[in-house]
């Protein structure tokens, strides 16, 4: 799932959080709460000043950083272990399409469409807290932006899993990352059933919003009032219960139209993979949006944990992480079944590259290549260069573990591995991989802008920790110039803790590489609640501050739907 946020912020986050925001036993309010009322009731202690953020040239980095520190009352820790710990919480309340405050600048009326984000919104049940935020129940929050306005909307999933703990308040099912029912070991032994919390990704496919989570299959919800619609088959194309990734990739047009490539996976002894390709638009040939394309399966040996992957015109990109899972403490209800991985110490990974149907090599066998050491949970972008493929990805010395016992609260961000931005260069003809270092500063949540998927970008847009080296949470953005290694970064820090910022193309703006918006979720520390921070992608400017009146989950990942230019008003 998401390391940074998932194994360090994560470990030292699921806490009670402040009584400000902190659900009651009864759940979530209903739907049918006016916007003020709901605003009110998650309202958050006197507003401080948010911290003015800062545009720092990689060239000031160093001394901006120090500076930022020695100001910061977070020392020795460099940001405020408390502000850190409130960004996890329940999210009590829904809305029905509040205007949001712009606190600070404006919003371009060029920007249209929707940010859609999804997360742990439920933390805890019967006053049980869930020993890992990841374990939490999705939640989807929909940011819409015309002429110039906001407004927010927000639905929990209503996963099977969901209703019936809502029914029952109380926990009923064990979390995959160490949740587990109370009564200890003798309450969840072989007890393993898997509750689908569909809270890790949030993506458009034909008429459906796809809520995500790769142990099984995906939730339909309505695009506009989020209304679960339930789990699909996506037309029948997957079988129920099917695992089905959280992490699809975009192709922008090469193969003809835009295509949504992702995959389905079954691990074991051995791992099957079945990639799968969808129309992302209605074609002229009678193809519809969400039609399943093409599909291949590949098997490999071995057990794989397969969280993100990549591809190129021609190729789909995984990397077989070197771990091994062991079951038992998860079957005698010791451990959830993520604390039995375990990293193979001083073992290599392995790049399996699967042809893409459409392309050349189609009809042949993936080709398999040894990969760096270390462990990478996202990948940035991928692309094709002479007999090679480069893959820019993040990696970690180590996989890291999350045990039983861990007090989420007191994790030392010194002593876990910090996520760094590589390229890998896999020679096709050698078999070879050569791996540079892009940049020191730790990151995570990564992208470049979507014209670029499967191609060579000059840019990336990543979360990033405030200080150019070293592991901690991630408070501000940087843009990465891919090429010259030069950084642009804005930072939410002291205070502020940033989600996964996502790239917006400016349609107006005549197609440069990063004319555009980063749309940035920010958790306010000083407000206790959510701002949505938006970007001059060129610059890293800051535009316009957007407070909204509630917490948007912590971490994991989100995608924006631009409003079609025939919907658009001249
Ligand atoms: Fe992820």
Not at 527 to 553: G, K
Request: charged share 20%.
């Amino acid at each position: 799932m998401d390391p940074v946020l998932f194994f360090c912020d994560a470990m030292t986050s699921t806490a009670p959080s402040s009584p400000v925001q902190a659900t009651s036993a009864s759940g979530v309010a209903t739907a049918s709460q006016s916007a003020s009322q709901s605003a009110s009731q998650s309202a958050a202690p006197p507003a401080a000043p948010t911290v003015p953020p800062t545009v720092v040239p990689a060239a000031r980095e160093a001394a901006a950083a120090t500076a930022a520190t020695a100001t910061s009352t977070a020392s020795p820790d460099r940001f405020e272990r408390a502000d850190w710990v409130s960004a996890y919480r329940n999210v009590s309340v829904e809305l029905d399409d509040l205007p949001l405050t712009v606190a600070r600048g404006e919003i371009s009326a060029a920007l249209r469409g929707t940010l859609y984000r999804n997360g742990p919104g439920r933390l805890e049940r019967g006053g049980v807290w869930f020993h890992h935020p990841f374990d939490g129940d999705g939640m989807i929050a929909a940011i819409r932006f015309a002429d110039g306005r906001a407004t927010l909307r927000n639905r929990f999933v209503r996963t099977e899993g969901w209703l019936a703990e809502e029914k029952a308040g109380k926990l009923l099912y064990r979390g995959v990352f160490g949740t587990q029912k109370p009564g200890g070991p003798l309450a969840n032994v072989f007890d393993l059933r898997l509750k689908n919390i569909a809270n890790t990704h949030v993506v458009r496919l034909g008429d459906d919003l796809l809520a995500l989570w790769e142990a099984a299959g995906p939730h339909a919800l309505d695009p506009e009032s989020l209304a679960t619609r339930g789990l699909t088959t996506l037309n029948g194309v997957l079988k129920p219960g099917e695992a089905f990734s959280a992490h699809p990739r975009f192709d922008p047009g090469h193969h003809g139209q835009p295509r949504l490539v992702t995959f389905c996976l079954k691990t074991g002894p051995s791992s099957t993979i079945r990639l799968l390709e969808f129309a992302c638009e209605d074609g002229p040939d009678g193809v519809k949006a969400g039609q399943l394309l093409a599909e291949r399966r590949d098997s490999f040996r071995g057990f794989a944990f397969l969280h993100d992957f990549a591809i190129t015109p021609n190729w789909a990109v995984f990397l077989q992480n070197a771990l091994d899972f062991n079951p038992l403490p998860y079957v005698l209800g010791q451990k959830g079944a993520a604390q039995c991985l375990k990293s193979r110490t001083g073992a290599h990974g392995q790049f399996w590259l699967v042809p893409r149907p459409g392309s050349p090599m189609a009809g042949q066998p993936p080709r398999l290549v040894p990969a760096p050491e270390g462990f990478v949970f996202h990948h940035l972008n991928a692309w094709e260069e002479d007999e090679a493929v480069v893959v820019e990805s993040i990696h970690y010395a180590d996989f890291p573990s999350v045990g039983p016992e861990d007090d989420f609260r007191d994790t030392d961000f010194d002593a876990i591995p910090e996520g760094l931005i590589k390229r890998c260069r896999i020679d096709l003809e050698r078999g070879t991989v050569e791996t540079t270092l892009l940049s020191e500063r730790c990151c995570e949540f990564a992208m470049v802008h979507p014209a670029r998927q499967g191609l060579e970008a000059r840019y990336g847009w990543m979360a990033v920790a405030q200080r150019p080296q070293g592991n901690d949470p991630l408070q501000a953005i940087a843009k990465l110039d891919l090429k010259t290694g030069e950084q642009r970064v804005w930072s939410a820090a002291p205070r502020g803790f940033v989600s996964e910022p996502i790239f917006v193309p400016d349609p107006e703006a005549g197609g440069a590489e990063d004319a555009g918006w980063v749309l940035v979720p920010v958790w306010n520390g000083a407000r206790c609640a959510s701002d949505l921070v938006i970007l001059c992608a060129r610059t890293m400017a800051e535009l316009a501050v957007l407070e909204l009146p509630l917490a948007i989950p912590h971490g994991l990942h989100g995608s924006f739907v631009a409003q079609p230019h025939s919907q658009r008003q001249a």
